[in-house]
């Protein structure tokens, strides 16, 4: 379920990240086009309102007999501007100077009328105005240019406005968070059936989701995925059973037939009246029926151990001399090499060593240790030094088997995950089973040569692993 919660934290702050980038983005492209827009030649005459513009043309009136007249640079100055129009008000009203005011422009205003569109519209043209000695120059715009509009704010809000904008970016980011939350909760909602039948189909639990709400295809897909792997896991169980059926009848089939070998090799190779070759080839038949037998015992309990059908027989026990007995038993049963093959046993360990305990199967361990020294005698005929090294270390005991060998091919190390392979490794692999059973592995060890040597770790509970040897029962 923690990785839903990393989800819904993360879908949290790209959402946040988005809408902040958003609005980061909206503020600059405004501010980029208000700058664009006013840097722009001629922007006066989108506008149609430069005070500048208005005070040149208003220097070009002249009062004369005949009225007010506009002298020729002011005129060209207004015909080349985006005025439509433009008139020329005494103190009474009355348009006492006229260019191209439209009909339905009036000529004739009060001072109300004036007040009116000093600062807005006349006759739906927007207007400017200029006070021009005694005259009041009215200068109109095209409708289709420009917008005016009246905006009339109190000095309370001018004086507190960034207070107020302080309070409008809180409130829009409460809100946006808010929202976030929102948003969040029902996508965690909704999700958590999926990330809960996610972990259920994880661990070979049977999963059964309501199919409904924004994650229904999603909690349908798994329910068919449950389904079929529920069903592959049926009929897995049933062939793997039959498996072990199969392979415990023929162990104890064969137990009988190959039990009377060994006895009547046995005897025949202690058996005077035969020649030394025959009781050497009855001797080789005896060996090699120990082999087999014990090829069918490693069969029968890496079977057993695949499927947890092999319990435990935890008891106290001192792993320096488990060591021990494991290369004396190789020392009082013989070694299998050439005739004239000399093998060396070390036994390394520091000296606190001798007062570790834990909690293991011994027959297990024993068998998965015994199963490390074999394998370097059998790919060592010709004799070899075999080191047993004997280590605590992070909460585990670890046992490493080094020889004076070539080592441990890569190929075997390389194949040990895969149960199809031509090599036989059944010895690495039973030993693998027994320490994953005690809650460690199997490890390789690589040379400079390229070779390998082989340990196996068993980890250990604080309570498991105790400093008094003399106490052991």
């Keep these: 379920m923690k990785s839903l919660f990393r989800i819904i934290r993360r879908y949290s702050l790209m959402a946040g990240l988005i809408i902040l980038i958003i609005l980061v983005s909206n503020g600059i492209v405004l501010t980029a086009i208000g700058y664009y827009t006013a ?137 946006i968070v808010l929202f976030i939350l929102w948003f969040g909760y029902r996508f965690y909602h909704s999700m958590k059936p999926v990330a809960q039948g996610i972990e259920d189909l994880a661990a070979e639990r049977e999963v059964r989701l309501k199919e409904k709400g924004p994650a ?64 050497m080839l009855a001797e080789n038949i005896r060996r090699q029926s120990l082999i087999i037998r014990r090829l069918i015992a490693d069969l029968n309990l890496t079977s057993k151990l695949a499927y947890q059908a092999q319990p435990l027989k935890k008891n106290r026990l001192c792993p320096a001399a488990l060591a021990r007995s494991c290369v004396a038993d190789f020392y009082n049963k013989g070694l299998e090499g050439k005739q004239g093959a000399e093998y060396e046993f070390e036994i390394v360990m520091k000296e606190e060593m001798e007062q570790v305990c834990t909690f293991a199967d011994e027959g297990l361990l024993a068998r998965a240790v015994r199963n490390l020294i074999g394998n370097s005698i059998r790919h060592n005929p010709e004799g070899c030094r075999i080191t047993v090294t004997l280590t605590e270390q992070e909460g585990s005991i670890r046992f490493l088997v080094e020889d004076t ?22 010895g690495l692999r039973l030993t693998e089973q027994i320490a994953k059973a005690h809650g460690g592995g199997l490890e390789f060890v690589q040379r400079e040569n390229g070779g390998y040597d082989a340990g196996i770790y068993i980890q250990t509970n604080g309570h498991d692993t105790v400093q008094n040897h003399e106490n052991m029962i």
């Design 39 to 175: 840097g722009q030649e001629g922007a006066d005459k989108y506008y149609g309102i430069s005070q500048r513009l208005m005070e040149q043309i208003g220097e070009g009136f002249q009062a004369g007999a005949e009225g007010y007249t506009l002298d020729k640079k002011g005129m060209e100055l207004l015909e080349s501007s985006e005025f439509v129009w433009a008139m020329a008000l005494d103190q009474e009203g009355a348009a006492v100077w006229k260019w191209r005011l439209p009909e339905e422009i009036p000529e004739q205003y009060s001072v109300q009328d004036v007040a009116a569109f000093s600062k807005w519209y006349l006759a739906d043209y927007p207007v400017k105005v200029l006070i021009k000695d005694e005259l009041l120059l009215v200068f109109g715009c095209s409708p289709d240019m420009i917008a005016r509009h009246n905006l009339v704010v109190s000095s309370v809000l001018m004086a507190h406005a960034l207070d107020y904008f302080k309070i409008f970016v809180l409130v829009n980011l409460l809100v």
């Design 216 to 279: 229904g295809d999603l909690a349908g897909k798994l329910n068919e995925a449950s389904e079929l792997l529920l069903a592959q896991r049926r009929v897995i169980a049933k062939r793997d059973m039959a498996r072990t059926e199969w392979i415990a009848g023929v162990s104890h089939d064969i137990r009988t037939p190959l039990s009377m070998i060994v006895g009547h090799s046995d005897r025949l190779s202690k058996d005077k009246s035969l020649s030394e070759k025959n009781r």
């Design 405 to 426: 060998g070539p080592g441990i091919p890569e190929s075997v190390v390389q194949n040990m995950e895969n149960a199809d392979s031509d090599i036989h490794i059944m």
